[in-house]
C-alpha cells in the first residue's frame, strides 16, 4: 500500500487525517510544503498526495510539477465545493477533490477510488451564479425547483434529509401538507444527475451520496 504524503498548513487537520489513515492501516507522513524534493525519498514506490488548496501557488506550483514527474495522484482538500473542477484541471495526472469538512469514510472512499483501477466517481458542485449543476465539470441545466432542490440537498451531503425538510428548504413551505411534490422533483432530478447519486432512505426522505 502507497505511503501517503500529507501537505496541509493546519497543524489540526493535519493530525486528523494522519490518524484516520492509520487507523486504517495506511502509512502517512506530515510534509513541509516548502520540501518538494521529500517525494525522492519514496524512490521505490509512487506516493500518493493529500494536499490542500489553501497553500500558496508558490509552494504549489513546485510541488505539482514534480508530482506530475512522478505520476503521484492527488487528493486535493477545498472547503469551497465549486473549487473542484477547477482543481482537477490544475493537475494533468490522476487526482481527487474532498471537501472540508469531510468524515472519515469519505476521506477512504477517495483514496480507494484514486488509487483503485477504476476512475474515480464525478463530482457534483454548482454555479450559484449560472443556477447551473456541474457533473464532473460538465453542465447540467436544472429549473429553478430543481436547482433549490439540488442545494438543499447539498447542505447535508451523505445524510438523510427528510421531505419535510426538503419542502421547507426548496420550497418555504412552513405547513408540511402533501410531499409528493418532493418526490416529482427528485425524480426529475435524478434524470439529469443519474440516479446512483440520490439514495431513497425508507421511511424518512433522501440523501445525496457525494462519499
Not at 78 to 100: F, I, K, N, P, Q
Not at 134 to 145: D, F, N, P
Request: hydrophobic content about 40%; glycine content about 4%.
Amino acid at each position: 500500500m502507497a505511503t501517503i504524503l500529507i501537505f496541509e498548513p493546519d497543524v489540526n487537520l493535519a493530525q486528523k487525517l494522519c490518524d484516520s489513515l492509520e487507523k486504517e492501516k495506511r502509512v502517512a507522513v506530515i510534509c513541509d510544503e516548502n520540501d518538494p524534493s521529500i517525494v525522492e525519498k519514496y524512490a521505490d514506490e509512487t506516493p500518493v498526495v493529500i494536499l490542500d488548496a489553501r497553500l500558496k501557488w508558490t509552494a504549489c506550483r513546485p510541488l505539482l510539477t514534480c508530482f506530475s514527474q512522478r505520476g503521484c495522484p492527488i487528493l486535493f482538500l477545498t472547503a469551497d465545493r465549486s473549487m473542484s473542477t477547477h482543481l482537477r484541471a490544475l493537475y494533468a495526472g490522476r487526482c481527487e477533490v474532498l471537501t472540508v469538512p469531510f468524515t472519515p469514510r469519505a476521506l477512504q472512499n477517495r483514496l480507494t477510488a484514486l488509487t483503485g483501477p477504476n476512475e474515480p466517481p464525478r463530482e457534483i458542485s454548482v454555479d450559484e451564479k449560472e443556477r447551473v449543476a456541474l457533473l464532473g465539470g460538465r453542465r447540467v441545466e436544472l429549473t429553478a425547483q430543481e436547482f433549490a432542490l439540488l442545494l438543499a440537498l447539498l447542505e447535508r451531503p451523505d445524510t438523510p434529509v427528510s421531505r419535510e425538510q426538503l419542502l421547507r428548504t426548496a420550497w418555504g413551505y412552513q405547513s408540511m401538507g402533501e410531499t409528493r411534490t418532493v418526490d416529482v422533483h427528485v425524480q426529475r432530478l435524478r434524470k439529469k444527475l443519474g440516479g446512483e447519486y440520490i439514495e431513497t432512505v425508507y421511511k424518512c426522505g433522501y440523501r445525496l451520496k457525494l462519499a
